[in-house]
């Protein structure tokens, strides 16, 4: 069973730094690709995120581009999330996804428990 748990969250002060960490366990990843999404008080989870596991390629969403960088540690099966410059309205709690495809399946998701985070103006 694919677990992942997520750190890095907090208050921090606008144009501020933060990064997140996603430790992920249960399986290897190849196959799999990784991000992170968010979710602020009223509003639908976004995704801001993506790292693809094989190859690393990235996907962001408009919003964070030039501010955020995703990231990849294979030997720690861990991904980063690197948020700089950060605004009030990146505030929301974050979570961690992987998702890979299997036949007959199609897609399937795990979830992280999400980690809080405040930017105050």
């Known amino acids: 069973q694919v677990q992942l748990v997520e750190s890095g969250g907090g208050l921090v002060q606008v144009g501020g730094s933060l990064r997140l960490s996603c430790a992920a366990s249960?399986?290897?990843?190849?196959?799999?690709?990784m991000g992170w999404f968010r979710q602020a008080p009223g509003k639908e989870r976004e995704l801001v995120a993506t790292?693809?596991?094989?190859?690393?390629?990235?996907d962001y969403a408009d919003s964070v581009k030039g501010r955020f960088t995703i990231s990849r540690d294979a030997a720690k099966n861990t991904v980063y999330l690197q948020m700089n410059s950060l605004k009030p309205e990146d505030t929301a709690v974050y979570y961690c996804?992987?998702?890979?495809?299997?036949?007959?399946?199609?897609?399937?998701?795990?979830w992280g428990q999400g980690t809080q985070v405040t930017v105050s103006s």
């Open positions: 996804n992987a998702y890979t495809y299997r036949p007959q399946v199609g897609r399937v998701d795990y």
């Open positions: 249960g399986r290897t990843f190849s196959g799999y690709a």
């Open positions: 790292i693809y596991w094989s190859g690393g390629s990235t």
